[in-house]
């Protein structure tokens, strides 16, 4: 565990970039509990220990469990959320993975049959932004407390 640099510092031009896109994913009318499951979900998969221990910690502070925040990694696997939670999951898992599959028509459809056009584009929006942050914390080293 080395931080590499302090990016806030290095270039806050594009730190500042960054909050714009996160004003206005909160600005979108995403529910925040569905914000922080797609974040500590993409976060996984990226590996950012930074982002997990956050997004974990964040889920708590808005009262989600212990239980269901230790058994996203398992999500298909558990009763623990709901359809709509898991179209999100699932929608954060192929955009995560883009690479691999792309997103299938049926992921498509099952997300598309909780939310509208515009909330699909929000949700997108939101996973592109986690995404970015997950790049930016383990290109430049971040762990957790090490702006402590």
């Given at each position: 565990?080395?931080?590499?640099?302090?990016?806030?510092?290095?270039?806050?031009?594009?730190?500042?970039?960054?909050?714009?896109?996160?004003?206005?994913?909160?600005?979108?009318?995403?529910?925040?509990?569905?914000?922080?499951?797609?974040?500590?979900?993409?976060?996984?998969?990226?590996?950012?220990?930074?982002?997990?221990?956050?997004?974990?910690?964040?889920?708590?502070?808005?009262?989600?469990?212990?239980?269901?925040?230790?058994?996203?990694?398992?999500?298909?696997?558990?009763?623990?959320?709901?359809?709509?939670?898991?179209?999100?999951?699932?929608?954060?898992?192929?955009?995560?993975?883009?690479?691999e599959?792309?997103?299938?028509?049926?992921?498509?459809?099952?997300?598309?049959?909780?939310f509208?056009?515009?909330?699909?584009?929000?949700?997108?929006?939101?996973?592109?932004?986690?995404?970015?942050?997950?790049?930016?914390?383990?290109?430049?080293?971040?762990?957790?407390?090490?702006?402590n």
């Open positions: 565990m080395e931080l590499r640099m302090n990016y806030r510092n290095s270039n806050p031009e594009a730190f500042k970039a960054m909050l714009g896109l996160e004003q206005f994913i909160q600005n979108s009318g995403l529910d925040r509990k569905l914000y922080e499951w797609i974040k500590l979900r993409a976060s996984q998969i990226n590996g950012c220990s930074f982002c997990i221990d956050m997004h974990a910690k964040d889920l708590l502070s808005i009262g989600e469990s212990m239980e269901k925040i230790t058994l996203l990694s398992v999500w298909h696997e558990v009763p623990h959320f709901s359809e709509e939670e898991r179209a999100v999951l699932e929608l954060t898992e192929y955009a995560t993975k883009l690479s599959a792309g997103i299938p028509r049926e992921v498509y459809d099952r997300v598309r049959t909780h509208s056009e515009k909330q699909f584009i929000d949700l997108i929006m939101a996973i592109n932004a986690i995404n970015a942050w997950n790049r930016i914390g383990v290109s430049t080293g971040l762990y957790p407390g090490c702006f």
